[in-house]
């Protein structure tokens, strides 16, 4: 028989907190040795008696593998656990939420001290972690390189999108992906608050809403297609104009419920605003075009250009 722990590869994980721990015990079920370290001893700990090496401290912790996981709180924490901490020839990894600047940042810092990097951005919770038909993955960008070499240790707790070599990629995708999905939330928790105190279950909504907001599914694809041909006006269905024009039907009723309309407003009033700007450039558009504002900024003045779209070309930052 073939020892397990000899044909997996091998690899140390700073941090357990909950979703660093579902990491660990994943691995460590998979056959992968694995090295841990926590501030709070304990956790670590608890983790030995599944076949974790135990470090005492950060410094052994990274001296234990070539490949390392980091799953700490914040950015910061990374130069608290890090900081006195010989880096040389490691590869890092790193799982800890950040934004894009902080993972470019994280980047050039590690090839400061003689290691390459690759962030991530894990879109799943701790539950998902080890159950593929779960449908979580994580979003990885840097260094293709490390990607490639330990892409078979990595895709072991969730499936692995290499998004590019940007090492902001990672932390820009999932925050995309978070951001739509809270402005969904937004949508959902204001038709609820609608029809609360009247003779409308909740229940008998819920699969309304599924319905309907997988119908409108379609937006996402429709959106990613003009934003590439810049071709705002084909096709379309309900242009802008009236888009605005039947909003008010949406802010007069929640005032009738007694709701307030702060979650949707914001939207309707980029609509109203992009229309404004130049109601004969704009009417016959899509509401895509108010993507245009959130670029740029700005409120968009009386009488702007009707070519303040999405800026061309745009792949390299400053």
Known sequence: MTDNHTTKHPLTLLGLGDMGTALARTWLAAGHPLTVWNRTA??????????ATVAADPAGAVAANGLVVLCLLDDASIDDVLKDVDLTGRDLVNLTTGTPAEGRARAAWAAERGARFVDGGIMATPT????PEAGGYVFYSGSRALFDTH??????PAGARFVGEDPGHAALHDVALLSAMYGMFAGISHAYALIEGEDIAPND?????????????FFVGNAGER????DLTTGVVSNLAMQVAASGTLLRTAGEQG????????????????????????GGEDTVGA?????SGVRTPQGASSHSFLPCGRTKRP
Not at 151 to 156: D, G, K, Q, T, W
Not at 205 to 217: R, V
């Open 151 to 156: 892409r078979a240790a990595l895709e072991v």
């Open 259 to 282: 709701v307030s309309a702060e979650l949707i407003a914001p939207y309707l009033d980029l609509m109203r605003r992009r229309l404004d700007a130049d109601p004969a450039a704009h």
């Open 205 to 217: 909504l819920a699969p309304l809403l599924s319905e309907w907001l997988g119908a409108m599914g």
């Open 227 to 230: 934003l590439t041909s810049r």
């Open 42 to 51: 304990a956790k670590a700990g608890a983790l030995a008696a599944d076949g």
């Open 128 to 131: 998902m972690i080890g159950v």
């Open 291 to 295: 993507i245009a504002l959130l670029r």
